[in-house]
């Protein structure tokens, strides 16, 4: 399975971003995207991979850390094999790379917890 995310940009604060994940993979004829759970972590300078958010195979579940619940929201769409993270009220403690993770079905909020990963796309947002 791979996953490549896109869509980061320069914002300012108070602004949105909806950044994409696409995935793709040899083996969805024995495993559907739609049996993928996805995840969004991220990464500023000089800090350790923290988690965003996850969003479950179906797209019926969705999970958040603390710092960015009720601001950033997941959504799917599996007929495009994509993810996104719908991202608003942006603050500069946003800044970071956000990498896209997967793992075959289950919810997790930990790095060890997925097993691809994507490159990210880096997130910059500006006072």
């Known amino acids: 399975v791979q996953l490549q995310a896109s869509g980061g940009g320069l914002v300012q604060a108070g602004d949105s971003l909806k950044p994409t994940c696409v995935v793709s993979g040899s083996d969805f004829s024995r495993w559907p995207v739609s049996t993928y759970s996805v995840a969004w972590f991220r990464q500023g300078p000089g800090s350790d991979r923290e988690f965003v958010g996850g969003i479950n195979g179906a797209g019926g579940r969705t999970w958040y850390s603390d710092d960015v619940r009720g601001r950033f929201a997941c959504s799917r769409d599996n007929a495009r094999n994509t993810v996104f993270l719908q991202m608003n009220s942006l603050k500069p403690e946003d800044t970071a790379v956000y990498l896209c993770?997967?793992?075959?079905?289950?919810?997790?909020?930990?790095?060890?917890?997925?097993?691809?990963w994507g490159q990210g796309t880096l997130v910059t947002v500006s006072s």
């Open positions: 993770a997967a793992k075959l079905r289950g919810s997790g909020s930990y790095v060890s917890d997925y097993d691809y």
